[in-house]
């Protein structure tokens, strides 16, 4: 019995220590806020812990409360950047946490460009080891087969879509030394409509409409056909490039063995 617990351990022994990483970071992250709070006289012991709702408002719509959150949301989603869905997670919580969906959603951009800019460089500078030691073997693995595989076209789309390793993706983008000029319109557009589609998405869907097993599955219905006809056009588009990129490279060859045959001439 011990030696299946030891060997248990030794088989995922990285799992498990992600996990605990995981465990002690939300704990950090729980005495940072309180430390945060407490601070501005939002959280304070008198007779057991109080919270000033009053207080806490008033600091949430603050120009320092809109620093100290894009703060913590992007040092979270760096931290923890191995755990799937923490970037989606965090705007949800800024969602709950601002009155306002703009509000919400203007924090967590500014957040997420930060921490994708950041992920995007550690991948540029630090180079594949750093990732795999980051973020595993396997995400980076996935990542970099999709970037190869799929082509630069699908990396705007994978950025909109949470079921991606977003990060992964990111910081691969990095090591793979991806242009400026394609990853910054890509993640600013990409990351840009899916925060969007988050933040705004719960007052555009009459949720309180959908009362039937029907209902739901017309929205499911929608949403599918409009996520399918989104990758059949890029994968169209991806047609179009690698066949224009074949008569270039084509048209190059053949302009080569005119010059030779000129040059071979003239000779």
């Avoid at 946490?97 to 950041?118: E, G, H, N, R, Y």
């Avoid at 630090?126 to 996935?142: S, T």
């Avoid at 719960?202 to 599955?217: D, G, N, R, Y």
């Amino acid at each position: 019995m011990i030696k299946k617990i030891v060997d248990f351990l030794k088989m995922n022994k990285k799992k498990i220590l992600q996990g605990v990483l995981v465990v002690l970071g939300l704990i950090g992250f729980s005495f940072l806020c309180l430390l945060i709070l407490s601070l501005f006289g939002i959280v304070y012991f008198d007779d057991g812990l109080q919270f000033n709702v009053e207080l806490f408002n008033s600091f949430k719509n603050s120009w320092y409360g809109w620093v100290i959150i894009i703060v913590i949301q992007a040092l979270i989603t760096n931290l923890l950047c191995f755990v799937p869905g923490v970037s989606m997670a965090c705007i949800m919580l800024v969602q709950i946490l601002c009155d306002k969906p703009w509000q919400a959603f203007a924090l967590s951009f500014i957040s997420v460009m930060a921490s994708s800019f950041t992920m995007y460089l550690i991948g540029r500078f630090g180079g594949y080891k750093v990732c795999k030691k980051l973020l595993g073997e396997d995400d980076c693995k996935q990542a970099s087969e999709l970037l190869n595989h799929k082509g630069a076209v699908y990396f705007p789309l994978m950025m909109m879509f949470p079921v991606f390793p977003d990060e992964a993706l990111i910081m691969i983008a990095g090591t793979l030394k991806m242009s400026l000029k394609w990853f910054v319109p890509s993640v600013v557009i990409g990351r840009g409509i899916g925060i969007a589609s988050i933040v705004f998405g719960m007052s555009i869907i009459p949720f309180e409409k959908l009362t039937t097993v029907w209902h739901w599955a017309g929205l499911i219905a929608i949403c599918a056909i409009g996520i399918i006809a989104i990758f059949y056009l890029a994968y169209k588009f991806n047609e179009y490039l690698e066949r224009r990129n074949q008569r270039m490279k084509a048209q190059e060859s053949l302009d080569g063995e005119v010059s030779q045959e000129i040059g071979q001439t003239e000779e």
